[in-house]
């Protein structure tokens, strides 16, 4: 499969046999390269299970059909998949970033962020989280030992609101296979979030600017393909070795961005669970803080002893799933019902 590889792929892709390497040296497997073992221990991975329970846009949503955090993965990872295959990149190494990237993320999306990185001494991030799993958390402590290229793809992976590619090589993954993953992640929440919105009725299609139709294309489905295309051609065009838009596309994807953050992320109705949401995370933090962890924390043993109240408590709480948390919050601040017999 290596020599497959070497034959196959394209000079600006990362080779598997070329890796740098996982921190504690292992003996490989004989029929899974390097960056497909990475993938594989990612998804069997707890953290990724507890992530169709945690929060992309919509917190709790009653409809069956609305993205969560793991559906949000699993498209960027088919979106860069697309995109890495069609650039003759190592597609190993893009799903294994893909599937890995949002494993630090808080229950109830960026709110859970937000708070965190208030209340946290040290500051919060979600992808520095997603490595402290991957590295510490996961297998109660022993980590998941992955190769050095997915997790600096991983950890470079998130843009806020900063370019989408950015001429300053030093803000992006090493390999060009991290790069395509951190483009396929904004096109995907672009297209899914204003699908949700719509859906909800955030979002009316009356008030989609003129470009979204014109330029990116009617549907779902149409916005996407015109986006990967527009990625793939023009990388090509320009020589593969660095990942290009035309400057039509990547203006429309950048100002549709902002007009979800404008419209969607920072919506009153939106934006008031989010408060909500706030509270219930800065209580229980406070709490735990307070009162040590529930036992049933300590039992899985997924952080390490000898770390501060504040370091093991923020572990517990970006851990959690929406519905954990709900429940937890619940069962420690409301009263309970009683009877005197």
């Known amino acids: 499969m290596e020599e497959r590889e070497a034959r196959i792929l394209s000079p600006h892709a990362c080779l598997s046999r070329n890796s740098r390497g996982r921190q504690r040296k292992e003996d490989e497997c004989d029929i899974r390269v390097a960056f497909q073992r990475d993938r594989d221990r990612i998804i069997h991975s707890k953290t990724f299970r507890r992530l169709k329970h945690k929060t992309q846009v919509f917190l709790a949503p009653a409809g069956d059909h609305y993205r969560t955090r793991l559906t949000h993965v699993l498209e960027v990872s088919q979106i860069a998949r697309t995109i ?48 402290r799993v991957v590295d510490i958390l996961e297998k109660k402590g022993k980590g998941l030992n992955l190769t050095f290229e997915v997790r600096d793809g991983i950890l470079k992976h998130s843009k806020g609101r900063r370019d989408i590619l950015p001429a300053d090589l030093s803000e992006l993954p090493v390999t060009m296979e991290g790069r395509v993953v951190r483009v396929a992640d904004i096109i995907a929440y672009v297209n899914h979030d204003l699908d949700d ?106 952080h390490e002893s000898s770390l501060p109240g504040h370091r093991q408590v923020c572990d517990f709480v970006a851990g959690m799933t929406d519905r954990y948390a709900l429940d937890l919050y619940g069962s420690i601040f409301l009263p309970k019902p009683w009877s005197v017999l």
Not at 104 to 115: C, I, L, Q
Not at 256 to 274: A, M, S, W
Request: aromatic share 10%.
């Open 197 to 302: 919105a719509m859906r909800a009725g955030v979002v009316e299609k009356s008030q989609l600017p003129s470009y979204v139709y014109a330029t990116l294309g009617r549907t779902n489905s149409e916005r996407i393909g015109t986006m990967v295309r527009d990625l793939i051609y023009t990388t090509l065009e320009n020589g593969g070795e660095r990942l290009a838009m035309s400057p039509e596309i990547m203006e429309a994807i950048t100002e549709l961005r902002g007009f979800l953050y404008e419209n969607v992320y920072e919506n009153t109705k939106v934006h008031l669970d989010f408060i909500k949401a706030m509270k219930i995370i800065r209580e229980l933090y406070d709490y735990f803080l307070q009162n040590g962890l529930p036992g049933s924390a300590e039992e899985e043993e997924t």
């Open 84 to 131: 890495a295959v069609a650039l003759r990149l190592n597609g190993h190494l893009t799903e294994a970033i893909a599937l890995g990237h949002d494993l630090g993320h808080t229950p109830f999306g960026h709110a859970g962020e937000s708070v965190l990185n208030d209340i946290y001494p040290d500051g919060f991030r979600h992808y520095e989280q997603s490595i």
